[in-house]
């Protein structure tokens, strides 16, 4: 079965700082791994995506994340932290193509302080 | 595109009344997904619908939930009797075939007194 573990329930990071929030992941097959950022009383919105190709996927607002294979990793990262993105960071992972359901993490809340 | 549209927003509701969740997808979407986000279990997979009809129910926590896609642009989720335990907000998203992304509503958060 498929899983996903955002080890963080919080991430603390000051305005301007590179921020990392954490993604690993447990699939029998090929992952296809995803973020979505939930700001408050709002939907998820979607951020990146990793299919195949490049471990270094670029995604809205700046973030990009990082695939690693050996160490089944999917670490979101941003080089320059905004008050503006502290909200609520899911990863998420489907192990199947197409439309099959995503299984999504827990949640990892991101402060940046001004 | 109005994207994934649910109402109501918001659900007070006593013990025991029934409650009806609605969805509109987004128009020319072929899959549409059901989650249910609480603090302590985060985001479920309730139940999901291919061209109007269920995929997969396993994630409906018991006979109290029921769902339906009459048709390409509407579904229901109906919790019939509600208990508090049921709080909870949730969320519709949709999907096009051949596309990895869901796209997300802005849920309806659900208290039961």
């Known amino acids: 079965a498929q899983s996903v573990a955002q080890p963080e329930d919080q991430v603390n990071v000051a305005e301007g700082n590179p921020l990392t929030v954490k993604c690993t992941y447990s699939?029998?097959?090929?992952?296809?791994l995803f973020w979505y950022v939930q700001y408050p009383n709002r939907g998820l919105q979607f951020l990146l995506k990793?299919?195949?190709?490049?471990?270094l996927v670029k995604g809205s607002y700046g973030f990009e994340a990082e695939f690693n294979k050996s160490q089944t990793s999917f670490h979101l990262k941003k080089p320059s932290a905004l008050v503006s993105d502290s909200a609520l960071y899911f990863c998420?992972?489907?192990?199947?193509?197409?439309?099959?359901?995503?299984?999504f993490g827990k949640g990892t809340r991101l402060s940046v302080i001004a | 595109d109005a994207g994934v549209i649910q109402s109501p927003r918001h659900e007070v509701t006593e013990m025991g009344q029934e409650v009806t969740l609605r969805c509109k997808p987004i128009?020319?979407?072929?899959?549409l997904f059901w989650y249910r986000q609480t603090m302590m279990r985060g985001l479920e997979l309730l139940i999901y619908?291919?061209?109007?009809?269920?995929?997969?129910d396993s994630g409906m926590p018991e006979d109290r939930f029921s769902a339906k896609m009459p048709n390409a642009s509407f579904s229901t989720l109906k919790i019939q009797p509600s208990e508090p335990r049921d709080s909870a907000v949730y969320f519709c998203?949709?999907?096009?075939?051949?596309?990895?992304?869901?796209?997300f509503g802005p849920g309806t958060r659900l208290t039961v007194t």
């Open positions: 998203a949709s999907s096009l075939l051949g596309s990895y992304e869901q796209y």
């Open positions: 699939v029998s097959g090929n992952p296809y």
């Open positions: 990793y299919i195949t190709g490049d471990n």
């Open positions: 998420a992972v489907r192990e199947a193509p197409g439309n099959t359901p995503l299984v």
């Open positions: 128009s020319g979407h072929d899959y």
């Open positions: 619908f291919n061209n109007n009809v269920p995929i997969d």
